[in-house]
């Protein structure tokens, strides 16, 4: 199973970006994939998944709002579309996935997730 991360860079305060995960290597007619994001000298913390059957998407109440996780249909492809950044938004962000739907209480832990990315990191600053 490989998962391959793209997007991320260097964005002024109040800009946007777009991240995008895709895994291979194994197909699921159920899923969770999404992201968690590291700051230096920070506890990973969960940003944003994607249930699917149903189940839809779910944020952190710092992102909520600001932005929108999607997935291709028929696809093992989740992006992130990150809007009104700020330099508390600056951290390495890392896909997880995990082949099945998870219930919504263990979505927020990165233990429950199977599969990562080596992270692509996010810089908000001016």
């Known amino acids: 199973v490989q998962v391959e991360e793209s997007g991320g860079g260097l964005v002024q305060p109040g800009g946007s970006l777009r991240l995008s995960c895709a895994v291979s290597?194994?197909?699921?007619?159920?899923?969770?994939m999404g992201w968690f994001r590291q700051a230096p000298g920070e506890e990973r913390q969960f940003v944003a998944v994607f249930r699917w059957p149903s189940g839809g998407a779910h944020y952190a109440d710092a992102v909520r709002g600001r932005f929108t996780i999607s997935k291709d249909s028929g696809m093992h492809t989740v992006h992130l579309q990150m809007n009104t950044l700020g330099p508390g938004d600056t951290a390495v962000y890392y896909c997880?996935?995990?082949?099945?739907?998870?219930?919504?209480?263990?979505?927020?832990?990165?233990?429950?997730?199977?599969?990562w990315g080596r992270g692509t990191q996010v810089t908000v600053s001016s």
């Open positions: 290597g194994r197909t699921s007619s159920s899923g969770t």
């Open positions: 997880a996935a995990v082949s099945s739907r998870l219930i919504l209480s263990r979505i927020y832990s990165g233990e429950n997730y199977d599969y």
